[in-house]
């Protein structure tokens, strides 16, 4: 956790280190925001460290150890309204928008932010890879709400199958990472393991990225992170009509909640989906709900009895 420790002040540093002590692994998002307390989200909860507020020269000092002393150097990535550090952890930013003709040009005076903490489970992908394979890898759908782990899941799912598993040898992975969370790619190079046959776009539209990759890379599984829009929704239709299979997540607790987005329903109706996992939720990241196949049947055993 030094890559995170190092972007604050050495007194805000030695009293965070203080409190998190050996809960590392349970922490979340350490959110910052100017004259506050520091918030930081477990596992289990929230908890505030009150004796740290940083002010304006904390501020400071945080901006630059985030950006090496070149906010202009980062200027694409701060349209975004975020930043990836080493290690792949994510530093989401608010303050004053400037804007050119309705278009975000900048953030200035970035008084908010939002460390998330980029957790790297290998292993956690085992449990849901054999429901995924079914004489070949079954177009998937992963269906969780913000912070359940979906993108942790996938990311392991990535690597599982780039890396070869069971009697299955490896299989070309072509990743498009438009909010560069998959990989968490830093100067071009993926801070996460997705396998040694995978290739990423990173910080790419989806839209355009699926098409380039397929073009380009010929992956024989594509990965996209939060479908949404139509031009998602086209973009994967045209990768699967290209005979590539698709792997992605998006936000939702419900295949009802699903059936309700005029953009999904087509592919739900068409059966694009061989598989759908649902996870649980906030409270236990990474964990399955239930998994359903084309005919919407929950498959998913537990502990060896069917989850409900």
């Known amino acids: 956790m030094e890559e995170i420790l190092r972007l604050f002040p050495t007194d805000i540093q030695t009293v965070i280190k203080r409190k998190i002590a050996s809960r590392w692994s349970m922490l979340q998002e350490i959110r910052v925001r100017l004259n506050q307390p520091i918030e930081l989200i477990f596992d289990q909860g929230i908890e505030w460290i009150t004796q740290a507020r940083p002010n304006k020269q904390d501020n400071v000092y945080i901006i630059n150890q985030l950006s090496e002393f070149s906010l202009y150097r980062m200027e694409d990535e701060l349209r975004e309204g975020y930043i990836t550090i080493e290690g792949g952890h994510r530093v989401g930013i608010a303050g ?3 804007t050119v003709n309705g278009t975000v040009k900048a953030i200035q005076y970035i008084t908010f932010l939002n460390i998330r903490i980029a957790k790297e489970k290998i292993g956690v992908g085992q449990k ?19 912070q359940s782990g ?14 070869g598993w069971n009697h299955i040898p490896p299989k070309k992975v072509g990743v498009v990472d438009e909010r560069s969370e998959i990989a968490a790619c830093l100067k071009g190079i993926p801070q996460h393991n997705l396998g040694k046959r995978t290739d990423v776009l990173d910080a790419c539209p989806k839209a355009e990225g699926m098409m380039m ?10 990965v996209v992170d939060e479908i949404g829009s139509d031009k998602d929704v086209q973009a994967l239709t045209n990768a699967i009509n290209a005979g590539v299979t698709v792997i992605c997540t998006i936000h939702g607790q419900s295949l009802d909640e699903l059936k309700k987005r005029p953009s999904i329903l087509p592919l739900l109706q068409k059966k694009v989906f061989r598989r759908i996992v649902l996870l649980s939720g906030q409270s236990s990241p990474g964990t399955i709900h239930s998994i ?7 498959i998913y055993f537990k502990n060896g009895v069917l989850a409900k």
């Open 96 to 98: 004053k928008v400037n």
């Open 128 to 146: 849901v890879i054999p429901y995924l394979y079914e004489n070949g890898f079954l177009n998937t759908l992963f269906v969780g709400s913000p």
């Open 150 to 163: 979906k993108t942790t899941l996938i990311r392991d799912v990535i690597r599982i199958i780039s890396t």
């Open 213 to 222: 990759l397929i073009r380009s890379m010929s992956p024989e599984i594509l």
């Open 292 to 298: 359903y196949d084309e005919l919407e049947k929950n």
